[in-house]
Structure formats: structure tokens, C-alpha cells
């Protein structure tokens, strides 16, 4: 039986010998390489895509720098490397960069790390044998099994990026441009002369990307895939990873950097339509890759207290302004208690210095009656008259973006944690503890939705909130229940993390809004995030039958 077993495993290694050797050999630039006529008709598709081949590359981006959490991976990281075709050395060109993804599926079915991705350094040469696939038009070369990934060889010259242009990539709406921008595609770039213009907080305020502009307005997106723009808040995932948590200091927007260096990913816009929202975007990896020709005040550490006052409390606002290339001129608050006041508008006032400090301000805004709508936002400027707002204001917006609050004397309502004037939906309360009461329009129990969703009546909009985590599979429909916990955004939902819940003994069965679904102005997702959570009825305005056209979309929906 044994010597039967040994027979096999020889057999078997034999066979995995057998397939590397048999696997065919393809350069990076040729899996990478699309003709310019296919480009033109907006296809980017690489000729050997669902191949498996074999290839090698030298490292550009140490394994242990990617940050990308999953949590269908054995372990929870997935780990990426970047690489530069062998021939001609490690300096960046046309059709000479790609992604790898460093995850294979083992006999169990699970998707695992292999082992020895997180461990390669810049300047590394690897074999790498793979399946070519691609990921919203990211050309993608996925490892096949354990035996997979290996290296083989080095260089002592590490690195260099190739100089593009990002209006080679993105024009100024940031679609991408394939005739000039594809052959970039996982190549090590130093864009040049750039400047913030917008800061772009997702993931409940817990990552960051920005976009920065040329000269001409083009637009790129530049974002977190690796631990160099990883905020402090950020866990490291990645076992090889050289730090415990992220240290970014986000820029603040109109800094302007001579030289902004990172790899190049694909998130296909434009003439590719619906498969992605980014176009060319651009992904930093190492500190030195930011270098600051000049930047604005930084506006950090900014606190209101209290969060929601009372009709007889001032709300008074703290903050920190700093300018790291010289000095800071001017700090004014600007607010108002008038709805329909445009924020240009504003009157301002300046913020008071803390005595015996030197970047710690303060303004109080007065008591407001119950139920008053305050906006307000701080503009600081240094003494090369660069300017900065909280919260940031895109460059070329013809108005300032504002925090605002609600007046509220009987506590915290749904309403507040809902209402976002933010495009993406994001509560302004994201990340941060509350208290508020509502009526369960559905429970956790197996006869219900499975889910818990609570409404406020005093409200026809942004009055519901999907509730998760402790005490709360004892609620039934139609009871008011008191939830405290930490507001979070999960995928593009607003939702409440739990940590009590209790009754008040107050019932009420909640009716629906009701909508009509053949209003094209409705369907839209800015003005449907007002009902987000909240229990609604679609009704045709002729009570005519609503047909469901689409049965099966996917997760269940239709």
C-alpha cells in the first residue's frame, strides 16, 4: 500500500513537472499588447485573455505593500504585485507593466494567499504561471495553483518610472482615453505637475482617494491599494506588511505636487459603459512617491459640540489649522440658519485663536430655535494666498461645501443620521455613536425580512435605518424601539451597529410612502436615497397592474 502511494505522489509530482514545462511561455508586453484599431473601437481585451501561461517579471512593489482586505480569502488579504517586462531591465515603458494577483483556489475549494507573494521585494525576477483574466477591464494575470509563483533570479537596479502624461490617460470628466492611456496600464508612471482638486472619503470615512488635475483640467483618480495611502485608522491584513496600521496624512485640495509617482490600474469608464466609474487610475506605494510643490492650510481635528444641541445651547466649533510651507494669514467660520441662503453667501466671522497656542481655533455659533437647519464651513487662508476649506471644497466649485445640524430638543432623530448632502449618500454621522427611536417595519424573525429596520413617523423622508448587531432579535413589527450605537456605512448603506436596544412600550403600525414607479425624475439615486430603509409602496397613478420585467437579477432581487 505504501510503495502504491509512493508510485502515485511521484506520478502526481511528475504531472504538475510536466504542466509547468508544457505551459507556454509569453512575454508581459505581448499579454499586455492591444492594437491600436481595436483600442479606437473601444476594445481593450488582451489576445490571450482566459489563457494559461507562463511569464516572468521583475517586482516593482514589494509583496508585503498591497492592502487589499477580503474576506473570501483564507486569511483575509489578497495580495498583489506589480511587474516590468525583463527585457530591456527594470524601467518602466509602453506594454511593459502588469498586475498579478497572488490567490489560487487549493483542493479544498478555498481561496488561499500563496505563500511566497507577500515576501518579494523591488527588483526581484519571478516566474509567474497563470490564468490571464481581467477585472472591470484590468488586465489581471491570476496564479494557478501553489507551485505557481516562484523566483528566479534579481537585479540591483530597482525600479524606474516611465514620466505620462495624465491626459494621455483621462480627459477632464476622468474617462479613460485607450488609444494612449492602455499601454500604461500596471506601469510604474510619475505623473508631474498636478493638483488636488477634490478629496473623495469612502468606506464610512475610514479610506481616502483624491483627484488630481494637469494643467488642462485632465483628471485621475488616485486611491489605496497599497499601505503608502492607508490612513492611521487602517488594521494592516497583510502578513509581510512592514507597519501594524496606516500612517497617510491626506493631502489637503490645492496642494499641488511637481511629481506624483505610483502603478497604473484600469477601472474601465467611458466607452466602456457600466463596467466601471474610475477610468486610468493611479496607486502610490511608497511614501516618497508624494512630492508637495506647495500646499494650502491644513484643516485637522475638527470637533462641534454638542453633535445635535438644544434650542438653548451654543454649538461651539474646534479645529486645528497648520500650513506646512509657511504661515497661516486668515481663519473664518461662515454659517447660516437660513435654508435658502446659498453657501457663497455666507456671512463670515474669524475664528478665534486659543490663547497660548499656535493652530488651535474656536467659534461659537449661537442657539438656533428648535428645529433649525445650521450650515457652516471654515475657509483658511496662508500667506501665498493659497485657501482651504472644511469640508473641502472641489477646486472650481462655484460653491463652498458645508457641514451642517439640526436643531433638536427632544434628542437625535433618524432624519439626522439619513439627510446627506453628500453625492455618494454618506451619513455625516458615519463613524460616530448615537441614539435614536424608531418603529420596526421589519424584524429579524424567520416569518419577517430577516433584517431589522426601524422608521420615524415624524418624517416622510430619510426617516428609516436598517439596525444590526446586539439585542435585537427580539423586536416585532409595529414596536418602538431605542437603539444605541455607531453609525457605519456598508456598502453604500447607511445602517446602525448596535450595542442596546430596548422598547418603550409606544406602538404603531408605520404606512408606507408611496411612490410612482413611472416617474423617470424619481428613479434616479439622488432622489431616492431619501427613502433609504424606509418602507414604501410603489402604485401605479391608474392603479394599473405593476409586471415585473426582469424576474431574476441577481442576490435574489428582481
Not at 492592502?67 to 524601467?91: C, H, I, K, M, Y
Not at 490567490?103 to 519571478?126: F, K, R
Request: hydrophobic share 40%; proline share 6%; glycine share 10%.
Amino acid at each position: 500500500m505504501k510503495k502504491a502511494a509512493l508510485v502515485f505522489s511521484l506520478m502526481l509530482a511528475g504531472s504538475f513537472m510536466l504542466s509547468a514545462q508544457t505551459v507556454p511561455y509569453v512575454s508581459i508586453f505581448d499579454l499586455s499588447f492591444v492594437p491600436q484599431a481595436q483600442l479606437a473601437a473601444c476594445n481593450d481585451t488582451s489576445a490571450y485573455l482566459g489563457d494559461t501561461v507562463r511569464t516572468r517579471g521583475i517586482v516593482v512593489t514589494d509583496g508585503g505593500l498591497s492592502e487589499v482586505p477580503s474576506g473570501s480569502v483564507q486569511g483575509g488579504n489578497r495580495p498583489f504585485v506589480f511587474l516590468v517586462d525583463t527585457a530591456g531591465g527594470p524601467v518602466a515603458g509602453p506594454w511593459k507593466g502588469i498586475e498579478v494577483m497572488g490567490v489560487y483556489t487549493n483542493s479544498s475549494g478555498q481561496q488561499v494567499p500563496h505563500p511566497n507573494i507577500t515576501n518579494v521585494i523591488a527588483g526581484d525576477i519571478v516566474e509567474v504561471i497563470g490564468i490571464v483574466g481581467a477585472f472591470n477591464n484590468g488586465l489581471q494575470l491570476e496564479i494557478l495553483d501553489a507551485n505557481s509563483f516562484s523566483i528566479v533570479g534579481s537585479t540591483t537596479t530597482m525600479p524606474t518610472p516611465a514620466v505620462v502624461s495624465v491626459g494621455d490617460l483621462n480627459d477632464a470628466n476622468r474617462n479613460n482615453i485607450p488609444t494612449t492611456g492602455e499601454q500604461w496600464e500596471g506601469a510604474f508612471v510619475d505623473l508631474q505637475n498636478v493638483t488636488v482638486v477634490e478629496m473623495i472619503p469612502f468606506a464610512g470615512g475610514s479610506r481616502i482617494s483624491f483627484n488630481v488635475a494637469d494643467g488642462n483640467g485632465n483628471l485621475i483618480n488616485v486611491s489605496d491599494r497599497f499601505l503608502a495611502m492607508k490612513l492611521p485608522s487602517h488594521q494592516t491584513v497583510n502578513p509581510a506588511s512592514p507597519a501594524m496600521t496606516g500612517s497617510f496624512a491626506p493631502p489637503v485640495v490645492g496642494t499641488f505636487y511637481s511629481s506624483l509617482k505610483g502603478v497604473i490600474r484600469h477601472d474601465g469608464n467611458g466607452c466602456f459603459t457600466g463596467n466601471g466609474t474610475r477610468g486610468y487610475e493611479l496607486h502610490p506605494f511608497d511614501a516618497s512617491h508624494f512630492t508637495i510643490g506647495f500646499s494650502p492650510p491644513l484643516i485637522t481635528n475638527f470637533n462641534r459640540d454638542p453633535s445635535i444641541p438644544t434650542s438653548n445651547q451654543d454649538v461651539e466649533l474646534t479645529f486645528n489649522v497648520a500650513d506646512a510651507d509657511g504661515t497661516v494669514d486668515t481663519v473664518m467660520v461662515y454659517w447660516s440658519a437660513d435654508p435658502n441662503v446659498a453657501s457663497s453667501a455666507f456671512t463670515g466671522t474669524p475664528a478665534t485663536l486659543v490663547a497660548g497656542t499656535t493652530d488651535d481655533y474656536s467659534f461659537n455659533i449661537p442657539a438656533q430655535p428648535n428645529g433649525t437647519f445650521v450650515r457652516y464651513y471654515v475657509r483658511a487662508v496662508d500667506n501665498d494666498n493659497n485657501e482651504s476649506f472644511f469640508p473641502a471644497t472641489a477646486v472650481g466649485a462655484t460653491e463652498p461645501s458645508v457641514d451642517f445640524y439640526f436643531v433638536r430638543n427632544n434628542g437625535m432623530q433618524i432624519q439626522d443620521i439619513q439627510f446627506t448632502l453628500a453625492q455618494n449618500g454618506a451619513s455625516p454621522y458615519a463613524g460616530r455613536p448615537v441614539t435614536v427611536k424608531g418603529f420596526v417595519t421589519a424584524s429579524t424573525k424567520i416569518f419577517d425580512l430577516g433584517f431589522l429596520y426601524i422608521q420615524d413617523t415624524s418624517s416622510a423622508e430619510w426617516a428609516g435605518i436598517w439596525c444590526v448587531g446586539n439585542n435585537i432579535t427580539q423586536f416585532f413589527r409595529d414596536e418602538e424601539v431605542e437603539v444605541t450605537g455607531t453609525v457605519e456605512e456598508f456598502f453604500g448603506f447607511t445602517r446602525i451597529q448596535v450595542a442596546t436596544a430596548q422598547l418603550t412600550g409606544n406602538r404603531h403600525k408605520v404606512a408606507p410612502v408611496v411612490l410612482d414607479p413611472s416617474d423617470a425624475a424619481m428613479n434616479t439615486p439622488q432622489n431616492l436615497e431619501k427613502y433609504e430603509s424606509m418602507l414604501i409602496e410603489y402604485r401605479d397613478p391608474n392603479n394599473d397592474k405593476l409586471v415585473i420585467n426582469q424576474p431574476n437579477i441577481g442576490f435574489g432581487e428582481f
